[in-house]
């Protein structure tokens, strides 16, 4: 695995050599002091945000909704936690993303992601889960956490995905020209594997980053980050069924997850009582699962 690694780096090396000052190596988060191995720069990662986008889009499987009733309330959630990811500690990298939000018309999958670079997608069958605009701020602080805070830059860093990350290079470099398909790890990699049936959960540690700048990033937003709690009770409940999602297999435990997010509510409270409260209406009902 060493080796492996060596390997990586050396072809991400090659990769970067063209405009070498943008090899970040060694980051630290700047809300919880984590230091990050990264081994591409952001725009690398942000151009392969939009390919693995496109690729969602792009799947025959996939159905955007038309139906104003599901897609205005995603848009309108979407649009307070980036703007309040503008104010964050992220607020340069968040300047740069070119933000999209598509709302996938799947009322069977409780998921949703958001990939480098800002490319957002709600799965329907995440409203019964989500509940309000309010659960549903949590979802999106916890997704846009997770492109923000470079997690899925970091999986394709650390080794173990050596094959997904080498296909991610390869993928990167014919991208001025062929613009190659990117293999299924290198989506699950950078957060849409659930979309190719490739489910990599993220780590204990990016899950707890994800949950603790989310509802920093909700309470900013408007929306009270006590529905986060609710939010992963309802979705301890309701994870039996349904089609894949990164959130069926959660890291950290539960119980963990709600005493972690108690233990942070102070500071998130401060933040949002400190804002305007945004009405928090409920989102539209989907078909029985
Ligand atoms: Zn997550």
């Not at 405009?19 to 690398?44: H, I, K």
């Not at 309040?84 to 996938?104: L, N, P």
């Not at 069926?248 to 009582?273: C, D, F, N, V």
């Amino acid at each position: 695995m060493i080796r492996a690694r060596w390997v990586t780096r050396f072809v991400l090396l090659v990769l970067s050599s063209t405009s070498p000052f943008v090899l970040s190596g060694c980051e630290t988060n700047p809300y919880t002091g984590r230091s990050q191995l990264l081994m591409t720069s952001v725009s690398e990662e942000m151009q392969l945000g939009a390919q693995a986008y496109q690729q969602v889009k792009n799947d025959p499987k996939v159905h955007q909704s038309q139906d104003s009733r599901e897609v205005e309330p995603v848009k309108r959630v979407a649009v307070r936690i980036i703007e309040a990811a503008k104010r964050s500690k992220y607020a340069e990298m968040a300047k740069q993303f070119q933000w999209e939000v598509t709302v996938i018309k799947d009322d069977k999958t409780m998921n949703a992601f958001a990939l480098p670079g800002g490319k957002i997608a709600v799965y329907t069958g995440i409203f019964p889960v989500a509940k309000t605009e309010a659960g549903l701020a949590a979802v999106l602080g916890h997704e846009v956490t997770h492109a923000l805070a470079r997690h899925g830059a970091e999986r394709m860093s650390q080794g173990e995905l050596t094959n997904a990350a080498l296909q991610v290079v390869g993928a990167a470099a014919g991208a001025s020209g062929m613009n190659p398909t990117l293999s299924q790890g290198a989506m699950a990699a950078l957060g849409a594997g659930a979309q190719v049936g490739v489910l990599l959960p993220f780590s204990r540690s990016h899950e707890s980053e994800a949950d603790y700048i989310g509802i920093l990033l909700a309470a900013d937003a408007g929306y009270d980050p006590r529905e986060s709690v609710h939010l992963w009770e309802r979705m301890e409940q309701l994870s039996g069924g349904g089609g894949p999602s990164e959130f069926l297999s959660t890291h950290p435990g539960h119980e963990t997850r709600i005493a972690q997010l108690k233990k942070w509510m102070p500071e998130a409270m401060g933040i949002y009582q400190a804002r305007q409260p945004v009405p928090a209406a409920d989102l539209p009902a989907i078909s029985a699962r």
